[in-house]
């Protein structure tokens, strides 16, 4: 099994218009469209986080909401105590399918 | 929400595609992360967060229920930080 070493090759950085470049290439829509999906999907999943529900995609992962309580912090520079209010966080658990992935373990189902 | 409930609801606003063609473009996302995440990419999406890949050394582990030395080989674990739009958005409303 061929596993890339990740030293071999510079890291880049995927964004928005490489994920709607993925959508018109695989979907026979145009780029704009292809763009406004993309839009369309974060745009979905935020809003059912921001109303504290969970995001679940199966082989993919979880978005999950999490409540803090308030607790007491420090300024890290001047080691004064503040105290952190309360917050609600979202966490992302990836799946073992992306774990394995990730790991080179599974293949790529294109 | 499961992802066919997102299909749906991304359908409902967009009548003219087809359900099975909004699915493939969820799914054209999630793969294309998961590719970019796969090949030791950063996947920054503004506004909503950054998905990035931490490398984890080899380490000698124990089996919690047993006690024995397990050696438990290098390994690279999925990491997402939320973006800070999305952070403020989930503190706008008051907490109950």
């Known amino acids: ?110 | 929400m499961i992802k066919s409930e997102l299909v749906q609801r991304i359908a409902e606003n967009n009548p003219h595609l087809y359900l099975r063609d909004v699915e493939n473009i969820v799914n054209a996302i999630l793969d294309e992360v998961t590719n970019a995440l796969a090949r030791g990419d950063r996947v920054e999406l503004r506004g909503f967060g950054a998905f990035a890949v931490k490398k984890r050394d080899a380490r000698q582990g124990r089996n919690p229920r047993t006690g024995a030395n397990v050696s438990v080989d290098e390994k690279a674990v999925p990491f997402f930080k939320t973006g800070k739009e999305l952070r403020e958005r989930l503190n706008e409303q008051q907490l109950g």
């Open chain 1, 1 to 110: 099994m061929t596993k890339s070493d990740p030293a071999a090759r510079v890291a880049r950085t995927v964004t928005r218009a490489d994920l709607s470049e993925a959508v018109y290439q695989r979907v026979g829509l145009s780029r704009a469209e292809s763009a406004h999906l993309v839009e369309s999907f974060l745009h979905e999943v935020s809003d059912t986080i921001a109303r504290g529900e969970t995001v679940k995609l199966s082989s993919f992962g979880s978005f999950v909401v999490r409540s803090k309580g308030e607790r007491i912090g420090r300024n890290p520079k001047t080691g004064v105590e503040v105290p952190i209010t309360p917050r609600r966080v979202m966490v992302f658990k990836p799946s073992n399918l992306l774990k394995a992935r990730i790991n080179g373990l599974a293949p790529a189902d294109d």
